[in-house]
């Protein structure tokens, strides 16, 4: 193959990687992928398989104790749960955990927090 199209390619290949948030977890590997917020909060969530299911942990820091979130996960785009959460010491944060069944194919999960003026997504896909 000439060089001229060997980098393309593997540029390409990198790209796909990078932007590919579904991956095989049936080894036993976790999914962890970091979510965004609009203001300085950080947020993340995690997929694991776990027996016949999927362990859905959606984690929300704000640094600061007592601040009530609203929290719903939606999977393949259906409303699936959803909770409050107070933010609490030390960290100023608090972690929602939901367990769902094992479907064939694959799950794309979304976990949305809000509070007043604020709002935290995370996205991550299993299979």
Avoid at 32 to 51: F, H, M, Q, Y
Avoid at 56 to 69: K, L, M, S
Avoid at 81 to 90: E, F, K, L, V, W
């Amino acid at each position: 193959m000439r060089p001229t199209i060997v980098w393309p390619i593997l540029a390409a290949l990198a790209a796909a990687l990078l932007l590919a948030p579904t991956v095989a977890a049936k080894d036993g590997r976790d999914i962890r992928v970091a979510g965004t917020c609009s203001a300085s909060t950080t947020s993340k969530l995690k997929l694991s398989p776990e027996d016949a299911g999927i362990e859905v942990e959606f984690e929300v820091d704000q640094n600061r104790n007592g601040v009530r979130w609203g929290v719903v996960l939606f999977r393949n785009g259906t409303k699936v749960a959803s909770r409050a959460h107070m933010t609490r010491a030390p960290s100023g944060s608090f972690e929602s955990r939901f367990v769902t069944g094992n479907r064939a194919g694959v799950d794309r999960f979304v976990a949305r927090a809000t509070r007043s003026g604020e709002v935290c997504t995370a996205r991550a896909s299993i299979q």
